[in-house]
DNA sequence: GTCCAGGGCCTAC
DNA sequence: GTAGGCCATGGA
């Protein structure tokens, strides 16, 4: 079985550093993690545009958006129903309860503030782990769609496990390091986009050589 | 026309 | 606790 950190040197050399979220502020890699969520990237972004275009990106304007407004707005990034709600739900927490300051919310220790943004309707564990580490810089790492796909067909893990498993899977077996946790996610996407979606057999693939899918069908 | 995207909620069982 | 339906747009 390689190790870990084999496979993440593979994916640095391969696509180099990720520098992600790309945002312009925590509270726009909040907001983006929300938009995201079953959506294309080039969507989000133009539902991003639309909100800074407005001056909508803080909590104070997301409240005072009117619901119809702000769906408008956020179109571009599809559920804008669910997601309208989701933001403004977001906003008027940070409003009622942190000043607005998405800053202050972030600066409590990492598993109490987990669990506080787990219970907001409509942020899960992924989106609330993007936040925590991509927007706080808190010693998380986030899981999705990709990593269980990637690291199951990578013999890791056997594709059953539950979100908070493959997390804890890879926080006890990683370095304690922000940067790399950060890297680490947003080269699983880029890899993934690039090469997991729809032939298992990964021509090009820079893990070819210890892909557990390759070894079982030569 | 079909498939899928950087999920999460709700309901039924 | 989990399987299935639902939410919606836009690019490939």
Redesign the pocket.
């Known amino acids: 079985m390689t190790d870990l950190m084999t496979v993440y040197q593979l994916l640095f050399d391969r696509y180099g550093p990720r520098h ?3 945002a312009e502020s925590p509270f726009e890699m909040a907001v ?2 929300i938009l ?8 989000v972004e ?1 539902a991003v545009a639309n909100l800074r275009q407005a001056d909508a990106l803080s909590a104070a304007a997301l409240c005072s958006l009117s619901r119809s407004e702000l769906e408008k707005l956020i ?9 309208a709600e989701r933001l403004q739900l977001f906003g008027c927490f940070l409003r009622d309860h942190y000043r607005g300051s998405l800053e202050l919310l972030l600066r409590k220790s990492l598993e109490p503030l987990r669990k506080e943004l787990l219970t ?9 782990d ?1 936040i925590l580490l ?1 927007a706080g810089g808190h010693l998380t790492f986030v899981v ?3 990593t269980g796909r990637l690291f199951s067909r990578l013999g890791h893990l056997c594709g059953t496990e ?2 908070e498993e493959i997390r804890n899977f890879f926080l006890r077996r990683l370095p304690r390091d922000v940067g790399l946790y950060n890297e680490y996610h ?1 080269l699983i ?1 880029v890899h ?2 690039e090469h997991c ?2 032939r298992p057999d990964c021509p090009g693939c820079p893990l070819e050589m210890i892909c557990a899918y390759r070894q079982q069908n030569p």
């Open positions: 992600w979220w790309p983006g993690a995201t969520q079953n959506t294309n990237w080039g969507n133009k179109t571009p990034s599809g559920f804008f129903r669910q997601k907001l309707k409509g942020i899960g564990p992924e989106t609330a993007s991509y999705d769609a990709y539950n979100y947003a996407v993934c986009k979606r729809k």
